[in-house]
């Protein structure tokens, strides 16, 4: 059963970068499949941030696309998201999750709830 | 950019059935995902390729799309299944979600 696990602190000022880590347990990222990034606002909806395929290969949401990187280490069978210049606009509970074109986004991590504040 | 539009809110009686819609241009022509949110929880996919339920996801739950708009239905509404619903589809490679319908079973 895949599992995923996000790490990373709670709070970050702003101006400076957001660094989360995703943990996949039960399923080898080398395997195949996207991996990607979501967030959701407090009392918002879902925006999808970006994925990463086990080659490295990437896709940005491009309203983030400028200020997100997105990178996998297969080796620990995770991978990562950096969001830099954030503001109080980018506290939100982050998940990250497997996704599969027209298969859909799933398993979902259980979030990390991220606030950018001074 | 690509969007997708669902209404803010849908209201069901116990038992009776709750369509939720998500608009955008030429939809049918793209695979369409729904996914159920309970709040402080994680969403959870419940629809995937427009009609097909994941295992462990209720009978009750089904799917339809077609020209612009897809649609969740939930045939015998539970009170259980009172949560918010998202529709999602991709664009090129990249991710689209509705705005999301919060769907009371009152």
């Known amino acids: 059963q895949v599992q995923l696990q996000e790490s990373g602190p709670g709070l970050v000022k702003p101006s400076e970068t957001l660094s989360l880590t995703c943990g996949v347990s039960g399923f080898s990222i080398s395997s195949g499949y996207y991996w990607a990034w979501i967030r959701q606002p407090p009392g918002k909806g879902l925006e999808w941030i970006g994925n990463?395929?086990?080659?490295?290969?990437?896709n940005y949401n491009p309203s983030l696309k400028s200020r997100v990187i997105i990178s996998v280490d297969t080796s620990k069978n995770h991978f990562s998201l950096k969001l830099s210049s954030v503001s109080a606009a980018d506290t939100a509970v982050y998940y990250c999750?497997?996704?599969?074109?027209?298969?859909?986004?799933?398993?979902w991590g259980q979030g990390i709830l991220v606030t950018v504040s001074s | 950019s690509y969007e997708l539009t669902q209404p803010p809110s849908v209201s069901v009686s116990p038992g009776q059935t709750a369509s939720i819609t998500c608009s955008g241009d030429e939809l049918g022509s793209k695979h369409t995902c729904w996914y159920q949110q309970k709040p402080g929880q994680s969403p959870v996919l419940v629809i995937y390729q427009d009609v097909t339920r994941p295992l462990g996801i209720p009978a009750r739950f089904s799917g339809s799309n077609s020209g612009n708009t897809a649609t969740l239905t939930i045939s015998v509404t539970q009170a259980v299944d009172e949560a918010d619903y998202y529709c999602?589809?991709?664009?090129?490679?990249?991710?689209?979600f509705g705005g999301g319908t919060k769907l009371t079973v009152l």
């Open positions: 999750s497997r996704e599969e074109n027209s298969r859909g986004i799933d398993p």
């Open positions: 990463i395929y086990h080659s490295g290969r990437t």
């Open positions: 999602q589809a991709w664009d090129s490679s990249t991710v689209v």
